[in-house]
């Protein structure tokens, strides 16, 4: 069964490091996102992707963020400067069209230090 | 603003008891509503989904929810628990149409079986 991968699984960073997050949606797939977690609270929408632009985004997606979808496969999330309260687990998730349910990876669960 | 309420933060029920996990929503049209589980250190597995016909949907697992318009709900029922369902549940919404397609969830409901 087609499954949404992201790496790394876990990463540890210093504060004011850049990292990247990469997911591979589902190869068929039309519509990406990140979500995230923090630890013990709810899982929160960041960002929306389709058609090589962003389609939308919340409060939380700050000038610190940035997605891109490099080549045909991969879909990243770029935090440039991290913060210790971006610490959380983040979801990659895809789906093929409108109106269909989204497809989440296994996370990658980052750890500001 | 859409939103998803899920009341209960913890449930304990015996292995072999019936379950139901409560959610509610608040959206202004017709919403789509999931229910998600995560085991521990795991991501989001999709256990249902309601989309449009039937109220009563069925899942993976054995697990079903009824979406009730009247009441706002979307409550996720199993008739027997079995040890391997412990793990947090969640609810979502997401916008019907549109290219969109984020999801709002819910707070989780965390769920331990006893033996």
């Known amino acids: 069964e087609p499954e949404v991968t992201q790496t790394p699984s876990h990463q540890v960073t210093q504060m004011g490091q850049e990292v990247i997050l990469r997911c591979v949606p589902i190869?068929?797939?039309?519509?990406f996102y990140w979500y995230r977690q923090i630890l013990g609270q709810k899982v929160e929408f960041l960002v929306s992707?389709?058609?090589?632009?962003?389609?939308?985004k919340s409060e939380i997606f700050d000038d610190q963020f940035s997605v891109e979808r490099p080549d045909g496969s991969n879909f990243t999330l770029k935090i440039r400067s991290t913060k210790l309260e971006d610490s959380a687990m983040y979801f990659c998730?895809?789906?093929?069209?409108?109106?269909?349910?989204?497809?989440f990876g296994q996370g990658t669960r980052l750890t500001v230090v | 603003a859409q939103s998803v309420t899920q009341p209960d933060i913890h449930i304990t029920v015996s292995e072999g008891a019936s379950l139901e996990l409560r959610c509610n929503y608040s959206?202004?049209?017709?919403?789509?509503l999931f229910w998600y589980v995560q085991s521990p250190g795991q991501g989001l597995q999709l256990l249902l989904k309601y989309f449009s016909g039937d109220t009563l949907v069925q899942g993976i697992k054995g697990f079903e929810a009824e979406f009730k318009r009247s009441q706002s709900s979307f409550n996720l029922r199993k008739p027997s628990v079995h040890w391997s369902d412990a793990a947090e549940y969640f609810c979502?919404?997401?916008?019907?149409?549109?290219?969109?397609?984020?999801?709002?969830f819910g707070k989780g409901t965390k769920l331990s079986v006893k033996p």
């Open positions: 979502a919404v997401g916008a019907t149409g549109g290219s969109q397609g984020n999801l709002i």
């Open positions: 190869s068929n797939h039309l519509y």
């Open positions: 992707f389709y058609n090589n632009e962003i389609s939308e």
């Open positions: 998730a895809s789906r093929n069209r409108p109106n269909t349910e989204a497809f």
């Open positions: 959206y202004g049209a017709t919403p789509y």
